[in-house]
């Protein structure tokens, strides 16, 4: 399990995340939606995780979010790095009623972010242009590369938690266990 925290004059955060876990989760983030996303983010990846953030939310959500995106992020590139006996690729495509949204990724230690969702105006409170300040600070901070596309829908929440859940089952995959892959790459090194 790695424990990190991160202090600035906008938050303050605490994470410890176990990427081998059961899907408990302890979130709180002042920020009811985000929570939610963060709870089935951990819960489908089948991460433990303890998220809390303090953040400056008399502004707005935005510095949270980012921030959490990125102590998580570095957090899970923690727990994987060097990739080593890992399937190292994940995809996954999330339906939720109308909504369908697909996740690929890949352990590549080489951070990269395909974000075509087009999900705009708000779910309660939050500003959906924060999913991807989150997937951005995730995936930069993870080092992973990462594809994630709306393949339909028009449920704001829907399309959300549907691309929590894709990245989250996505990860599963990638780091699922293979004791024959050893260090799965024809480079030698990731």
């Given at each position: ?34 929570d939610h996303m963060l ?33 998580l992020g570095e957090a ?115």
């Amino acid at each position: 399990m790695v424990q990190l925290e991160r202090k600035t004059k906008e938050t303050e955060i605490y994470v410890a995340l176990d990427i081998h876990g059961n899907g408990n989760y302890k979130i709180d983030t002042g920020i009811g939606f985000f929570d939610h996303m963060l709870e089935a983010l951990t819960k489908h990846a089948r991460f433990d995780a303890e998220i809390v953030c303090k953040g400056d939310l008399h502004v707005d959500f935005h510095h949270s979010v980012e921030d959490v995106g990125i102590v998580l992020g570095e957090a899970f590139a923690k727990e994987v790095y060097p990739v080593k006996n890992m399937e190292r690729f994940g995809e996954s495509v999330v339906v939720m009623d109308e909504a369908a949204v697909s996740c690929a990724l890949d352990l590549s230690n080489r951070p990269y972010l395909v974000y075509e969702i087009g999900l705009d105006g708000k779910i309660g409170e939050f500003d959906c242009e924060l999913f991807e300040e989150f997937f951005k600070a995730f995936v930069f901070n993870a080092r992973v590369t990462c594809h994630i596309n709306r393949l339909r829908g028009h449920n704001r929440h829907h399309i959300a938690e549907a691309s929590f859940k894709a990245l989250a089952v996505a990860l599963r995959r990638a780091i699922a266990y293979n004791d024959r892959a050893g260090l799965p790459s024809t480079k030698g090194v990731l």
